[in-house]
């Protein structure tokens, strides 16, 4: 058995020319506010994705980059700003922020229905209780990708590896909401191969290099690998041994080019959705 290689770049490419559709018929283009704090390399490479990607959608997007050294209050007092300017209805701060900086804090001052990154509490909390909501991109992509590899979601084990606020927790919601039966597995969790191959959809979001193994795959599971790791010979590889993981899973996705374009295409989707639910209360 060979695994069916989910195509993340073509599913983002289609969701991207229909965002661009629906910006060209909006009366003004949605205005979305990218902050970057400090030169985090990773951090600026997507952040000029996200950027390019907005542009070519037809939205009107303002990159902000900030020294490394900006003051929290700075900070603070640029998003209020954000907040409060009728051309932007979107905002993201890059994360992860310089370790002076709280980052509940930051998202907390961020107005909730410009939040296109689904991170502040009541967005969460919508989440987490079912109710429509931004929500978080990368996991939002993730449930796009398992949609379009046509794998059904209720009723089925889904195992999520890591509980990140960003990637982790939200999708375990997402999951719950969508009737799978969600095992939120982390560092802590004894015998993560076994519960692997309980699972028939895998979404591998722990940060570490090639950690899912092919014998921890279940025969015909779903594999979505969330991690980008950078290699010491410069390979960028997933949380998934992808090659190992092809004789196993069912369907998977690749790294490059399998969740990290669904979430800029979901970022682009969210900027959409905030610009026409603020003007329809204007
Ligand atoms: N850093 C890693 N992923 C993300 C994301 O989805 N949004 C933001 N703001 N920062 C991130």
Known sequence: MTARVIDGRAEAALLRA??????????????LAVVLVGDDPASAVYVRNKDRAAKAAGIAVETLRLPANTSQAALLELI??????????AILVQLPLPAHIE?????????????????HPANLGRLVDGMPTLVPCTPLGVMKLLATAGMPVAGTRALVIGRSPIVGKPMAALLTNADATVTLAHSRTRDLPEECRRAQ????????????????IGRGATVIDVGINRLEDGRLVGDVAFSECLSHAGAITPVPGGVGPMTIACLLENTVLAATHRRGRE
């Open 103 to 119: 980052r509940r804090a930051v998202i907390e001052a961020i107005n909730p229905a410009k939040d296109v990154d689904g991170f």
């Open 201 to 216: 959809i895998v979404i591998a979001a722990a940060g570490r290099a090639e950690m899912v193994r092919g014998d921890w």
């Open 80 to 89: 209020g700003r954000l907040n409060a300017d009728p051309a932007i209805d």
């Open 18 to 31: 229909q965002i661009a559709e629906r910006v060209a018929v909006l009366q003004a283009r949605p205005g």
